[in-house]
Each structure stands twice: as C-alpha cells, then as structure tokens.
C-alpha cells in the first residue's frame, strides 16, 4: 500500500471520527451553566434520590459491621421487624444535612475541572475522544477530594446511627452523635477513615468518569448517533453507561469500603489503644471471615451504586440542561 494512500485512509479516519463527534449530544460545560439555578436544582433533586436509595445503603452497612455473615434479605427483615420503615432511614436527616454542601463541592469540583483541563488537552493536540476521557478522569479525582472534606464527617455521623438499635440507642439525633464523637475523639473522630475514603474515591471516581464517558461513546456507536436527538434515548443511553461504570466501580472498590465503614463505626471510649486502625481493622476482618468478609455487602452496594449511578447521572445531566443559559445549547 502506498503512503498516500495510507494518508487518505488516515484522513478519511479522521473526518468519520469528527462527524461522528459532532452528531453526539452537546455538552454542558461549566461556563454555560447558570450557577445558582445549578446548585438549588441540585440540591433539590438529589435529595429526593438520595432518599430513595438510602435504605440499600443502611443494609449495606449492617453487613459490612456485623460480624456474623447474613444475607441482605434476612439483614433487611431484621431491620424491618425491629425498628420499622424508620429503621431504613436512620442518620438520613444528618446524611442530607450533608448532602446539599457536598454534592455543591462535588458538583463545582466536577465540572470546573472537567473544562479547564479538556480545554488545555485540546490545545495541546490531544485527541477528543481522549481529552474527554482525560478530563472525566481529572474531574472525577479534583470531585471526590473536594467531597470527601464534607462527606466523611457526615458518614461516619450517620453510619452510627444507621447501626444503632431501639435497644442500643447511644445517639438521640445526628447533632448529639457530632457532640458525643468530638468529645470523646475530637475532630480527628469525625474525620476517621478520611486518608482510605480518598484512596477509595479519588481512583474510583477517576475511573468511574472516564468508563462512562467511552461507554457513552460505544453505546451511541452501535445504536446510531442520529438516535441522540430522541430525548428518551439519551436517558436510556446515559443510564446504561453510567449503571456499568457504577456496578464496575463497587465491585472494584468494595474491600477498601469495607474496611473504611468498619473504622467509621466502630466505637472507641476515646483511649489511643482502643482506636481501630488500617491494620487491626483488616486483621479482624479476616479473622472473622477470610477475604470473603471484605465484601459483605456486595450485593446491596452493588445493586444500589449501579442504581445510583444511573439515577445520578440522567438526573445529572438532566439538571444541566434546565441549568443552561439562554441560549448557550443552540
């Protein structure tokens, strides 16, 4: 074959690959986002799917703490028989207390590193397909820092609430759980866990946003890109992206979460040698049940983070484009 015919085939190449790129949705990029519609819609609608997940992530971390192994099932009808419907929702008032100030970090993180640092892969020659996978994977890192300064005191609050019983009630509410905490390990007893949930979701994150943006790009390759001006299949397309990119993720990151909520939870009368630490914690756990105790819990974590994922996601970009300027999407 000839150079040039291999510079034709090389430039044919490229012209499908840039009309392909341009029959894709548009996106909403941090600077056409009207800011404080962004953030109240925000707040507004992933309080309401953090309600309706929040009972998957409470029998997620009954069986992650409790030594003995049960099914999600039977850890479900437990709950249910002990303490009610409300026994799905304990420590939610102080998760969604949390809620609205992470997900604004998340969200602003997210965003403002996705632009900036697609912006300069571009000009440095970078492909699009992989300036956009670069900065999902930037985006995703920079989100899950900035959340995890507000989120971990707020899991390790509502994880113990989540664990506690009608029998064994320690915390009268989430404001009594932060004073009891403080007082007896002090901000550093708010902040446990904090170095394993960045080792957690930083690479997580990193990951989850590159896979969803190539799986987008696969997904709308063998449906047919001229399908993403119908609205529903942009949903559709969106949440199967984001439910592989979420299933993927838990199953990966499931023993560093494990031995995060464990540190979390565990309770301490504030002596320095009754602290868990990295190394007690895993030691127990796999005294207690090998490496298969590291993933108590899959099931219902997975369930929900593929669920998640893809609720968060459709919603998210839903919330975009109610929060676009005028006239920025023509």
């Not at 000009?123 to 995890?148: C, D, F, H, K, N």
């Not at 990119?245 to 565990?266: C, E, F, N, W, Y």
Request: net charge positive; hydrophobic share 50%.
């Amino acid at each position: 074959m000839s150079f040039g015919v291999v510079d034709m085939d090389e430039e044919g190449g490229a012209a499908a690959a840039a009309d392909e790129i341009r029959r894709l949705p548009a996106e909403v990029n941090w600077e056409m986002l009207d800011k404080s519609r962004f953030f109240v819609l925000g707040a507004a609608l992933f309080s309401g799917v953090s309600a309706a997940l929040y009972p998957a992530v409470v029998v997620k971390t009954h069986l992650q703490v409790a030594p003995p192994p049960q099914a999600a099932t039977a850890t479900a009808a437990a709950i249910l028989r002990r303490d009610g419907l409300r026994g799905f929702y304990r420590g939610f008032g102080a998760s969604l207390a949390g809620t609205v100030p992470a997900r604004a970090l998340y969200m602003a993180a997210l965003e403002a590193t996705k632009s900036s640092v697609g912006s300069a892969a571009v000009r440095l020659g970078v492909s699009e397909p992989a300036a956009t996978a670069a900065a999902s994977a930037a985006g995703g890192v920079s989100a899950a820092i900035a959340a995890q300064v507000v989120w971990t005191p707020v899991d390790v609050i509502s994880q113990r609430l989540m664990v506690q019983t009608s029998s064994t009630c320690r915390y009268r509410g989430g404001v009594d759980a932060f004073k009891k905490i403080l007082l007896a390990d002090g901000v550093r007893g708010l902040y446990r866990g904090f170095g394993l949930s960045i080792v957690t979701y930083a690479p997580s994150n990193a990951v989850w946003w590159a896979s969803y943006a190539m799986a987008q790009r696969f997904i709308w390759r063998v449906v047919g890109a001229e399908r993403s001006e119908s609205y529903p299949s942009l949903m559709a397309v969106q949440g199967a992206s984001a439910a592989l990119a979420g299933g993927a993720s838990a199953l990966v990151t499931m023993p560093l979460d494990t031995v995060k909520t464990r540190i979390q939870v565990m309770e301490t009368d504030g002596a320095a040698a009754a602290r868990p630490t990295l190394k007690s914690t895993v030691r127990g756990l796999l005294k207690e049940g090998g490496w298969a105790a590291c993933y108590r819990g899959l099931g219902p974590r997975w369930g929900s983070m593929s669920l998640s994922a893809a609720t968060m996601v459709t919603t998210y970009e839903f919330l975009k484009r109610l929060s676009a300027k005028e006239g920025s999407l023509d």
